[in-house]
């Protein structure tokens, strides 16, 4: 009840053993960071001898546990500690993980001046997500930098130091791949820029972005949250107001751009902006469709990719307990054990709620802290375009 009243903070995937009585204590642990960076950046000439850990701190927002444990307060030893502290941010989306023991916490970054922000993005192609309420919700654009840097990207670098890295704009490649995209929260929407376009890396980089903001939007708790696919607005008669975008509706199975402030102005999308969007003649019927996985392609791509996972990943699509240890004990002493208790949890999952036997459930399953795959999650979603 006091948890539900939010009077107490309790995370049980991550902190099973821990009750925040006073909420102001998670609050405090993050103000002290917040204001020991301000210090380190206000006063330069009071640190000149730091080290190149806290000033990587200072100017990039990187953090480590021994960084945590400079500041004592509020830890208890088996109850409460720095690593606990780290797990609880990496778990809320604050912090994500970049390095062995390097974490990076995007609200720490400087701001980039928006007067600025068209300088760091060159060439390429650019979608807007917009919000439909007006802003782009606290804390959101943060939390989808830290779902991207879970996943399969990392910082864009330029020798040694990062290509772009704001709060408010963020420059990312993907590892293995020569794809590099940058986000820009302009207050109203996120700008998605892509520098080397086409259809497939623009549809794959749309699709990862919406289910970072739906992640996102789940850990932050927010609830109805509404977006448009968008671009900026080529109107002729609009050239008076300062930039705006034009959001994308659909006609007939045909694209259109619709001016955000005049309604009467629609046109045609041109194939660069094509590119972002899914092919309209599939309609959404078929798309729906799509997301739901065949038994042979879980079992393909999924159970015989991390056989030992299935009862953690079992637990994720809420398989009751008393399945699992039935699954457990049937496959006792079997050849590939993991295997079949892997086929037979999917069979069990396939049987609770048809509405959530879909790709983008198991997808974030994978993804979940407790399974940890992230990578086999960010190729199921490219492969089946979730």
């Known amino acids: 009840h006091f948890v539900n009243q939010n009077m107490f903070l309790y995370y049980p995937e991550v902190l099973p053993k821990t009750v925040f009585c006073d909420p102001q204590v998670v609050l405090t642990k993050v103000t002290e960071l917040v204001q020991y960076q301000h210090g380190l950046r206000d006063n330069p000439e009071g640190n000149v001898a730091v080290s190149s850990n806290l000033v990587k701190f200072r100017d990039h927002g990187l953090l480590s546990v021994e960084l945590l444990r400079e500041f004592p307060k509020h830890y208890r030893e088996g109850l409460f500690t720095a690593q606990d502290l ?5 778990s809320r989306g604050a912090v994500a993980m970049i390095g062995e023991g390097e974490y990076l916490m995007p ?3 400087r701001h980039l001046d928006p007067t600025q922000v068209s300088e760091k993005l060159q060439g390429g192609a650019s979608l807007m997500i917009r919000f439909t ?9 943060c939390c989808l930098v830290d779902h991207f840097l879970s996943s399969s990207w990392k910082v864009c670098m330029d020798g040694n130091q990062p290509l772009c890295l704001y709060r408010n ?3 990312l490649d993907q590892r293995g791949t020569p794809e590099i ?3 820009v929260d302009r207050f109203s929407y996120i700008e998605v820029h892509v520098r080397e376009a086409s259809s497939e890396v623009c549809r794959e980089i749309r699709g990862h972005v919406l289910h970072g903001i739906k992640s996102a939007c789940s850990v932050l708790k927010y609830h109805d949250v509404q977006l448009d696919d968008a671009f900026l607005c080529a109107g002729i008669r609009c050239t008076s107001h300062p930039p705006h975008v034009a959001v994308v509706t659909s006609r007939e199975q045909v694209y259109k751009w619709k001016c955000s402030i005049r309604g009467d102005q629609i046109g045609d999308l041109n194939k660069d902006q094509l590119m972002w969007l899914p092919e309209c003649s599939l309609g959404e019927s078929v798309i729906r469709k799509q997301n739901v996985p065949t038994m042979a392609d879980l079992m393909n791509d999924v159970a015989v ?3 030992a996972k299935w009862r953690y990943v079992g637990i994720q ?3 009751p307990h008393k399945d699992l240890d039935n699954i457990q004990s049937q496959v006792a002493g079997m050849p590939d054990s993991n295997v079949e208790a892997f086929r037979q949890t999917l069979d069990k999952w396939s049987t609770l709620d048809p509405h959530k036997f879909a790709w983008s459930t198991i ?3 994978l993804e979940t802290l407790s399974v940890g795959e992230n990578d086999l999650a960010g190729k199921l979603r490219t492969k089946y375009m979730i």
């Open 107 to 109: 609200a720490l970054l």
């Open 181 to 183: 995209v940058s986000l």
């Open 305 to 307: 990719m991390v056989p």
């Open 86 to 90: 780290m797990q609880l941010l990496v």
């Open 317 to 319: 699509l809420n398989v």
């Open 133 to 141: 309420h007006g802003y782009i919700p606290s804390g959101l654009f």
């Open 169 to 171: 704009c963020i420059t």
């Open 363 to 365: 997808i974030g399953a």
